[in-house]
Each structure stands twice: as structure tokens, then as C-alpha cells.
């Protein structure tokens, strides 16, 4: 298969991106990467890192949208972006699907402008996966919908369930609604009426109800719906929770040791590591054609590896098919 | 002064309000203390709590509002619920306060209700006060008005400024707006309509623009402006990960200990007891007639003796006389 990388994208320029497809290569022998970027800075890059001959190409793409940038405005004034230059290989069949590190504003804007949504789809979202006291879980939307209908929370609901099942592999995944309680008819008309939405669908057996912030760590349901503002704020709150307690523990736990401070501070950077956004490596964007998997701005080699790794998976079991397949069983659900 | 307690309020019922009424009497010595609730359970834990004479008074209220009940129902089933018998007392001027650590629904639809709203005041919201890597910041609102207004969160911004100020003494409080990015223009219509409010208002130079989940916890604000969906989320999921990452560091790191596991577990332990939500005491809702702190259904005696003192304290400031003084300084702000 064949997976585009916006070599540009990100906080770190092209370095990361070169670091990740080369981890990404090696782990996945049936990858092709067509790097978009700018040929002179990627070229060198590419000559120091020797990737396989054969699987690597470059699409010359010598602007790149920023970080701050507004998205609407760069695809106005920079149509050849490297992200857009991405969606367009994907649009013309040339790759199945992309990664970028990139403005998330403008790879959502991208596939809206460029793409056909997949058969059914009101509106694509982004999914994302949470470490639980459980294992995993998914959440979406986590921010390209701020202000969604209850039929596009319906359909997160199955999508993302589709993903829990196919790509986390966890058999029949409960789904919850997030709300400010776990009664029925708590929160604003929004919430209200996807639980009603939820209620009647096919998905009603594994609809667990509402939950609360605090369930999601406690690993309560599989699947977390819940719109692209709260979405958003839950995760990158998380993150900040994360470090917030990390920096505390080693503040006022490791820094009572003495012997062992050494030992255990080590370990609390492995959990770090392990935890850390910066770890979980992408966010797919669902609902489009193609594959297409959005990293972290800050992300780093690893990070990169692994989003390209899942972009291949999504490709390769055909979770697009599936998913068109789940919103088929909903009434209305190609409207 | 004199603060109404729900006596029957709270998970673990009556037992943590007495225990918590006589830690405040003993910390706050202009205090007399009415227990809303059943005479028959109260007067042998006050026989045998040995509070101090003539600073306690019982005001018999045989029914109380269950955690699971919808608000609106106990209102029209139980209007001398425990809960509402307080508001009634508040609203006769009878006291000057109340604390609850009841259905936080009832608590809230008792003050919509019975009292009156300050001059000036659209909806009253929650504000609670929350640990960050800097010191402490509020955000308001946490759940009492799920779908507000632009122009109840400006007033949300400043009536959280004030607590801000007065109560956690911080001089010039700076605010800042819950969103899904800093770019002026995220978000959706609330949001951004609530930006334009702020950048146009008096407390323009105290508003440092939009901020995301990450920023809460580093300190980034002293006051967070948002909705009470997305508020009650953060309250919530702040308490999950804290809890989780305790977890994970319990299990990944002092476990991996030998010689000083011991008191590295007694110091996380002395960490979650200080950060954790139940040691926080108590939320005010802000905007009402009188002083109303809301206690967590699970606060134990040293989070209602908190909640109690804060109510004291909201009291001796004039926190509202406060309130109504700077919401007069914006543009309408008595409309």
C-alpha cells in the first residue's frame, strides 16, 4: 500500500517525519511512502537516512501551512500546500491514505474541501484513543466537529465503534454518551436527544447511557461519544492532568526518597513516556475516503512510526468498508 | 453570623455533617450553625458531638432529596425536603448562609427557585476552585447552567474574578476562555461571541483570550470562564486522571521499589489526600441572594468544616455586595 507523509508538518520540520517513516518502513513491509515536502530540505534527509530503495518517493511541494495558520485562509492562499498537495494524491487514487503532524485545522479542511465523504457520513471526526485503568478507549469527536447534531453523535458512535473493534480489537465495544450525569435527561438538547437517538438505534445493547468526566480513566465504556468541543478539552485536559500529577509526584513523593530516588525517578519517566500524547502517535479522521491519521504537532519519530503504522492497519483490514457496512444497519442512515 | 446545613446532605448522611459543624465551630468563633434535618437522628449525634451551647440549632426537616432524584420532581413532591427548607430560612433572612453536600440539582433548582438572583445577575452558575503547577484558579461555571448565554459567561468571568480576588486573595485576577485552541476565532458561536464580550468589556485587560484543556492545570489563568457542560466535564475528568495516574504511579513506580516503598506509598497517599476533590471542601454558587457553597455528595467531616468555613468567609468579605459592585461596571450589566 501506499501512505503519503506531510513531510513538512509539525513542530519539529521534516526530521521527525524522515525518523518516523524509517521505524515505519522496517515494521511494515508491504508500505510505499510518498513524502510531500519540500524536495531540497527532504532530499538530504532522505540520502542520510537510507530508506529501502523502491518504497520511498517525494512529491515536491515547496509550501506548507503553518501551525497558527487559519485554515480557510490557507487554502485560499496556499492550494499547493503540502497537506492539501497530500489530499489530492489521495483524491486522484494515487495513495490510500495520509499522515500528517501538521495545522489539524487545515488536514480536517483539506479532506472536507478535497474528499467525498464515505457513503452515509453526515460529517467525518476525529477519534482518538485514551489509556484507561482498563486498557484503551476511544473518544470521538475531539475537535473537527465543535458543534454537531445528534445524527452526527450517532454516527461517531458507530464509527468509532467500527475502530475499537477492528483496530484496538475489542469484541462487541460498549459505547457512552458523555454528560454532566449518568441519569437519562441530564445536560443541554444536544445530549438529550442522542441518547434518544442512541436508545432507538441497533446499537441500543451496547449503549451503556451517559457517563461523566470521571469515568472515562476508570475504563467505564469502550467507546466515548461526545462533540468536538468537549472532545477536544477532554483530551488536551488529560495531557495536562498527566503532567500535572507527574510533576507533583515527583515533587513531593520521589523527592522524599532517598536510596531509591534514583530508581524511581526513572520509572516515573518510563510512565511518562508510555502515557504521554506524544506516545499514542495519531488521530484517525473518519468518515472520509481514504485512510487519514493527524499527529500531534509535538510529535517526534516514534510518535510519527506509529501513526503511519496505523494508517497502514486501516488500510489493510479495510476499516472504511466496515465502517460504511455498521451505518448501513442505521434507519436513515445513507440519507 | 448564621449558615444553614443540610444535615442530611451527602452520601454518608448526617454522620460528616455533624462532624464537619464542629471542626467549623471550633475554627470559626462568630459562628452558630442550623441543622436542616430529622430531629430524631440529629439530636443524639449532637448529644454525643458535645457542640458548643447556644451556637446550634436544629430546625426539624423529616424529608431529604435523594442523590438519584431529578431536581424538578423533588421540588413539586418534597418542597420541606431538608434542602429546600434551607433556601426557605435563607429567604426569610433567617441565615445568612447554607452548605450542602446533597443532590447538587436540588441544591441549585432550590436557589432558581426561592431566591432572588443579586442585582444585575442573568443565572447564577458554580464556580470551584481547582490545584494547578502555579497555586489555585476558579472556573465557573461547573454545572448549574449548561447552556448559557455569552452574556452569562462574561458575568460568569466576573463574578469568579471576584471570588477569585476576595476569597483565594488573588490581586487582579486574570481570565480566560475555555476553548479548543488560543487563535482568536476558535471554537464555536458561544465562544466566540463570548470572546468579542471580553475583548469589548471593562475587564479587557484582565482577559488573556481563549486557553485549552492543557492550560488549566499549569496555571495558565486564575479565573476559567466556560459552560457548565464543558466545566462539569473538566471538574470530573480532572478527579479520573488524578485518580489514574495515581494508580499508574502506585503500580509502575513505588512498586517497582524496595527498601523506601513504604514511605513512598504514605507520601502519594498524603498527595491524593491533598489534591483530591474531596478535600476541596465546597463550590460556591454565585449570583444568588445570601451564600450558598455546594459540598460533594462524598465530603467527609474535613470537607464540610471547609465548606462551612468558606461560607463564613464569603459572608465576612461581602462577597456580594462585591459581586453587584463590579457587575456594575459593565456596559448593560444591570439589564
Chains 1, 2 share one sequence.
Not at 238 to 259: K, P, T
Request: hydrophobic share 45%.
Amino acid at each position: 500500500m501506499r501512505i503519503a507523509l506531510d513531510a513538512m508538518g509539525g513542530d519539529h520540520g521534516p526530521a521527525p517525519n524522515v525518523g518516523g517513516a524509517a521505524l515505519a518502513l522496517a515494521a511494515n513491509p508491504d508500505l510505499t511512502l510518498v513524502f510531500v515536502g519540500d524536495q531540497g530540505q527532504l532530499d538530504p534527509l532522505l540520502a542520510a537516512a537510507s530508506l529501502p530503495a523502491g518504497r520511498v518517493e517525494v512529491v515536491h511541494a515547496p509550501q506548507f501551512v503553518e501551525m497558527k495558520e487559519k485554515p480557510g485562509e490557507a487554502l485560499r492562499r496556499k492550494p499547493g500546500a503540502s497537506i492539501f498537495r497530500a489530499w489530492q494524491l489521495l483524491a486522484e487514487g494515487k495513495v490510500d491514505g495520509l499522515v500528517s503532524a501538521g495545522n489539524t485545522g487545515a488536514v480536517v479542511a483539506g479532506g472536507v474541501v478535497t474528499r467525498r465523504f464515505l457513503k452515509g457520513v453526515h460529517r467525518p471526526g476525529i477519534a482518538t484513543v485514551m489509556p484507561t485503568a482498563k486498557g484503551r478507549c476511544v473518544i470521538m469527536d475531539v475537535g473537527a466537529n465543535v458543534f454537531p447534531k445528534p445524527r452526527h453523535l450517532l454516527q461517531y458512535g458507530v464509527m468509532g465503534s467500527v475502530f475499537a473493534k477492528h483496530i484496538l480489537n475489542i469484541d462487541r465495544p460498549s459505547l457512552g454518551l458523555m454528560n454532566v450525569g449518568e441519569e437519562e435527561g441530564k445536560g443541554h438538547e444536544l445530549v438529550q436527544k442522542t441518547f434518544e437517538l442512541f436508545r432507538s438505534s441497533t446499537f441500543t445493547d451496547r449503549f451503556v447511557g451517559n457517563i461523566e468526566g470521571r469515568d472515562i480513566h476508570r475504563g467505564a465504556v469502550d467507546v466515548v461519544v461526545t462533540d468536538g468541543f468537549t472532545g477536544n478539552v477532554v483530551l488536551k485536559l488529560s495531557e495536562g492532568v498527566l503532567e500535572f500529577v507527574v510533576g507533583l509526584v515527583n515533587h513531593e513523593v520521589i523527592g522524599s526518597l532517598q536510596a531509591e530516588r534514583e530508581q524511581a525517578q526513572l520509572a516515573l519517566k518510563g510512565l511518562l513516556a508510555k502515557y504521554h500524547y506524544s506516545a499514542v502517535g495519531g488521530a484517525p479522521l473518519l468518515g472520509v475516503e481514504g485512510v487519514c491519521i493527524i499527529c500531534h504537532g509535538s510529535s517526534k519519530d516514534k510518535a510519527i512510526a506509529s501513526a503511519l503504522g496505523m494508517a497502514a492497519l486501516d488500510v489493510r483490514v479495510k476499516l472504511n468498508e466496515k465502517i460504511v457496512t455498521e451505518l448501513e444497519t442505521l434507519p436513515g442512515g445513507d440519507e
